[in-house]
T-cell receptor, first 119, second 112 residues
Framework: DTEVTQTPKHLVMGMTNKKSLKCEQHMGHRAMYWYKQKAKKPPELMFVYSYEKLSINESVPSRFSPECPNSSLLNLHLHALQPEDSALYLC??????????????????FGAGSRLTVL | DAKTTQPPSMDCAEGRAANLPCNHSTISGNEYVYWYRQIHSQGPQYIIHGLKNNETNEMASLIITEDRKSSTLILPHATLRDTAVYYCIVYGRGSTLGRLYFGRGTQLTVWP
């Protein structure tokens, strides 16, 4: 299995709703990432988990709450979002984020994304 | 912040080689050059990476200058399905460790 699976593909939510985005990989990767991508812009890094611990938070507002229950799963809990949070949310994984492994290289595998619309 | 400079757009005739340039003059010795592409509304797809030597795989070739300050991604026989945004990224051990940042990329359009 060489894929990163994201669910749901599309999500519409109101500003008072609580929802979650899910990401799963079975490649044995120990690093997982959340990116946010607005239309016609490059992906922006949000969070990095390494060995199931949060290692990087790019000053993301607390209405986004990541969770890594195990090495294969990554969730992004959403609460009290704003319409400007509407975007494509991308999950990625890699073998190792903090050392790049033996070679120092670190190839990320991305999922297809979850498109979020906040009304 | 992205450490690379790419032209915002390029086009290429189908069947011809597409050569996408990237400047990364501040690259450090332990940073790799990576190329990803993103077809409209899909997740980014890894293409190739290199440190010092030129690299080739089934998708593309990567040519890195001797001083490592620039590189070129070559798609040898471009097809319509190669139309995408191509991102050149430098990343490795050091201050950016764990932080793989995307720049604006190059929109490649392949014409029939």
């Amino acid at each position: 299995d060489t894929e990163v699976t994201q669910t749901p593909k599309h999500l519409v939510m109101g500003m008072t709703n609580k929802k979650s985005l899910k990401c799963e990989q079975h490649m044995g990767h120990r690093a997982m990432y959340w990116y946010k991508q607005k239309a016609k812009k490059p992906p922006e890094l949000m969070f990095v988990y390494s060995y199931e611990k949060l290692s990087i938070n790019e000053s993301v507002p607390s209405r986004f709450s990541p969770e890594c229950p195990n090495s294969s799963l990554l969730n992004l809990h959403l609460h009290a979002l704003q319409p400007e949070d509407s975007a494509l949310y991308l999950c990625a994984s890699s073998q190792d984020s903090l050392t790049g492994g033996l070679t120092g290289a670190n190839v990320l595998t991305f999922g297809a994304g979850s498109r979020l619309t906040v009304l | 912040d992205a450490k690379t400079t790419q032209p915002p757009s390029m086009d290429c005739a189908e069947g011809r080689a597409a050569n996408l340039p990237c400047n990364h003059s501040t690259i450090s010795g332990n940073e790799y050059v990576y190329w990803y592409r993103q077809i409209h509304s899909q997740g980014p797809q890894y293409i190739i990476h290199g440190l010092k030597n030129n690299e080739t795989n089934e998708m593309a070739s990567l040519i890195i200058t001797e001083d490592r300050k620039s590189s070129t991604l070559i798609l040898p026989h471009a097809t319509l399905r190669d139309t995408a945004v191509y991102y050149c990224i430098v990343y490795g051990r050091g201050s950016t460790l764990g932080r793989l940042y995307f720049g604006r990329g190059t929109q490649l359009t392949v014409w029939p």
